[in-house]
Every structure is written in structure tokens, then in C-alpha cells.
């Protein structure tokens, strides 16, 4: 069964940057897709950014495109993604989420995934 693990979450001040990892284990990531979304208080869920599983094919939120990037290492069965120049906005627990796909699939639609971790907490704050 695969299992994800978040990590990287904290508190930074606006124009900060932070590195979250999403660690899998119980299963290679070699064949998921993988996307990060993110949820704050008395807000629908948002998905942030997505890759596909043969890391050719990327989807980035228009709220976060050009800001936050999303990677993976394969070898290290983990998916990072980068967050720069963050803005209070962007406070929100953060989860990733792992769906079995061939290829260039990718998704930002929370329905479209079986795998979840238990997020991170990133605060945007001075």
C-alpha cells in the first residue's frame, strides 16, 4: 500500500521560500502521477501544482504559476515542490496526493486521486 508522508512545512515571512517533500513509501512513485493541493481554513481545497508520472508533463494553479515548482526524484521516491516568493495567501495545510498513471498524465482534480498524505502547515506571516 503506498503511504505519503509531508514534510518542509513552517512558518516564513512574506517573499520567503520553502521546500515541502512528499516522501513515499510502500510502493515505487516510478508509475504515479502527483499533485500538491492545499486547503486554509473555511476554504474549498485548491490544487497548487501536478506531474506526471514520466515527469514530461507539468499544471501549475494560475495563483502559484511562475512561484511554486514542482519536481521529483524517483530514485529518492519523493516529489518536492518549491514555493518562492510567498504570499500570505498561500497559508494552508499542504497534501500530496498520488494517483497510478502511465506516461504524461496529470490532474488538478482531487477526485482524480486514491493516495493522500496528512499535509504540512505552511504559514505566510511577518
Known amino acids: 500500500q503506498l503511504q505519503l508522508v509531508e514534510s518542509g512545512g513552517g512558518l516564513v515571512q512574506p517573499g520567503g521560500s520553502l521546500r515541502l517533500s512528499c516522501a513515499a513509501s510502500?510502493?515505487?512513485?516510478?508509475?504515479?502521477?502527483i499533485a500538491w493541493f492545499r486547503q486554509a481554513p473555511g476554504k474549498e481545497r485548491e490544487g497548487v501544482a501536478c506531474?506526471?508520472?514520466?515527469?514530461?508533463?507539468?499544471l501549475y494553479a494560475d495563483s502559484v504559476k511562475g512561484r511554486f515548482t514542482i519536481s521529483r526524484d524517483n530514485a529518492k521516491n519523493t516529489v518536492y515542490l518549491q514555493m518562492n516568493s510567498l504570499h500570505p495567501e498561500d497559508t494552508a495545510n499542504y497534501y500530496c496526493?498520488?494517483?497510478?498513471?502511465?506516461?504524461?498524465?496529470?490532474?488538478?482534480?482531487?477526485?482524480?486521486?486514491?493516495?493522500w498524505g496528512q499535509g504540512t502547515q505552511v504559514t505566510v506571516s511577518s
Open positions: 510502500g510502493r515505487t512513485l516510478d508509475y504515479y502521477a
Open positions: 496526493a498520488a494517483e497510478g498513471a502511465a506516461n504524461n498524465w496529470r490532474s488538478l482534480d482531487a477526485n482524480e486521486y486514491d493516495s
Open positions: 506531474i506526471s508520472s514520466d515527469s514530461t508533463s507539468t
